[in-house]
Structure formats: C-alpha cells, structure tokens
C-alpha cells in the first residue's frame, strides 16, 4: 500500500484546510484510515480515523468538533477537513493505513507528512 498525503500549507489562524491521502497499490476496502501530526519537538499524535467500510469515525479530544475525517471510496482517498485552524494545529500530518481501527495510535502503512503550518 503506498499512501501520497497532499493539501497542506500556510493558514492564518482561524482558517481551513483541507488534506487529502490518496491510497494505491491493493484493495483498501479492509482498512482504516488515520491521521497523525507532528509537531516540532514533540511525539506525533493521534488525530483522526475513519473506517472504509462502516464509516465510523474517530477523533481526538484536541480536534473534535473543528476536524472531520471523510472518504470516497471510489477514489481511495481519505480527507481531512480542518476548520478553525490555530496556531497549536501547526505539524507535519502524516495519513496511515491500518487494518484495524484499535488502537486508534497505531497503523501499518504510512504516508509522507504534509506539513501544515498556522500563522497568528
């Protein structure tokens, strides 16, 4: 499985984004997808999942109610709609392959970070 983040960028504060992982390579109807980001000096973190076939999302604290995760199957891309965007969202996020949802902080197959940066 190969997985090419792309949509990341420069944002003032308040901003959107939106981040996209396109997923090649096999059929990606058994897997989650995940995203991660992070920061500079610091563990990269858990952000968001979905599962392919249910749809059933999954979000971390920090995010919920300004981040929604999506997908379309047909492409085999996962999005990342990022609202609201503040200065703490600034990383590098990283989109995964997983062939389960749990636990939410661990994947299989990774993707190269596209960097997001909020400016105030």
């Known amino acids: 499985v190969q997985l090419q983040a792309s949509g990341g960028g420069l944002v003032q504060a308040g901003g959107s984004l939106r981040l996209s992982c396109a997923a090649s390579?096999?059929?990606?109807?058994?897997?989650?997808m995940k995203w991660f980001r992070q920061a500079p000096g610091k563990e990269r973190d858990f952000v968001a999942a979905?599962?392919?076939?249910?749809?059933?999302?999954y979000y971390a604290d920090s995010v919920k109610g300004r981040f929604t995760i999506s997908k379309d199957n047909a492409k085999n891309t996962a999005y990342l709609q990022m609202n609201n965007l503040d200065y703490d969202d600034t990383a590098v996020y990283y989109c995964?392959?997983?062939?389960?949802?749990?636990?939410?902080?661990?994947?299989?197959?990774w993707g190269q970070g596209t960097q997001v940066t909020v400016s105030s």
């Open positions: 995964a392959g997983s062939g389960s949802i749990y636990p939410l902080d661990k994947a299989d197959y």
């Open positions: 390579g096999r059929p990606f109807s058994y897997y989650a």
């Open positions: 979905i599962q392919w076939l249910r749809g059933s999302t």
